[in-house]
């Protein structure tokens, strides 16, 4: 059974950094493209950034330039380093698993396991 666990989540002033990590198991997660997604009160779920299993990313333009995602392949883990945090970052984060490549990797509908989420607030 597939499992992603997310930490590092917590408060932190505007313009700081937190770094959250998902650590996944049951299935082989190199072979699969990993996905961060966030959601603020009232609003849609949305992506923030995804990484495929060679490497190649894909931001949000809110947050380009400012988070960086990375994938730890000996240790099942998906990292997502905030910088510069801003008010409107506030949201719970969740990692979300692409099972099948054939499925766009920006679409939330390509993912087929999600955790439980972590929050992230940034006070201003």
């Known amino acids: 059974q597939v499992q992603l666990v997310e930490s590092g989540g917590g408060l932190v002033q505007a313009g700081g950094s937190l770094r959250l990590s998902c650590a996944a198991s049951g299935m082989i997660f190199r072979f699969n493209a990993m996905g961060w997604y966030r959601q603020a009160p009232g609003k849609q779920r949305e992506l923030v950034a995804a990484i495929t299993s060679d490497g190649s990313t894909n931001y949000a333009d809110s947050v380009k330039g400012r988070f960086t995602i990375s994938r730890g392949n000996a240790k099942n883990t998906v990292y997502l380093q905030m910088n510069s945090l801003k008010s409107e970052d506030t949201a719970v984060y969740y990692c979300?698993?692409?099972?099948?490549?054939?499925?766009?990797?920006?679409?939330?509908?390509?993912?087929?396991?999600w955790g439980q989420g972590t929050q992230v607030t940034v006070s201003s």
């Open positions: 979300a698993v692409r099972l099948n490549s054939n499925y766009d990797l920006r679409s939330s509908s390509a993912y087929s396991y």
